[in-house]
């Protein structure tokens, strides 16, 4: 006869899935037993999200402030970000004869080897959100290379270009996209938040690399 409350979780896709919080009251009758229920749920996935964003942003700086061996370090946080909270993810940076880059997409074996082909992401100072992908939105984009034209490739859904930029100095870009949920603002805001800390560690790596070097 005492009400009852639990959290749970409902898939609505492949990797996605929505979080309830269910209350469950019994109705008494009158002489006291329960002869029915009431069960009130409310949608909690946006404070789940904002959890997991939380969780992704502290695990991160642990990877970050793990190694000076920056290709570790960022192939690390792209395993972080896939699946928790986007599809797939690629990380490049400038070095100094080459551009490299890591490349993500978990247990998608078929996104994996479109990402694998994929280019390097134009470098642009300003994020490039695209909250919904469509053919029209690729012919319509300012930005009409191979980049966008192979995003479809990846079956996605939404897609953000964050630039990685350290005094005014763009050092590469952080790319992220999902298959199944829409990306919103306030993940935008997340990974942006991200790309200021991978600006710092690499400009630690390279300090590091070269006092390496003269020493």
Known sequence: GKVGRFEASVATGATTVS?????????LDANGKPESLLAISRDISHT???????????ESGEVLGS??????????IARLAVPALVSWCMISWQEPTRVSSVRFAGKNQAVQEALDALPPSTWREQTIFLPAISADVLTRFPLRNEYFSRLQSLQSRSVAII??????????????????????????ALFEELTRRIAMALENARLFDHQDRVA
Not at 48 to 58: D, S, T
């Open 67 to 76: 190694s000076l061996r920056i290709d570790e370090t960022l192939a690390g």
């Open 163 to 188: 630039p990685i930029i350290s005094r005014s100095r763009i050092l590469g870009a952080l790319s992220v996209g999902t298959t199944e949920r829409v990306l919103t603002q306030d993940d935008v």
């Open 19 to 27: 979080w309830w919080d269910v209350v469950i009251t019994p109705i």
């Open 48 to 58: 789940k999200q904002l959890e997991a964003q939380l969780r992704f942003l502290a």
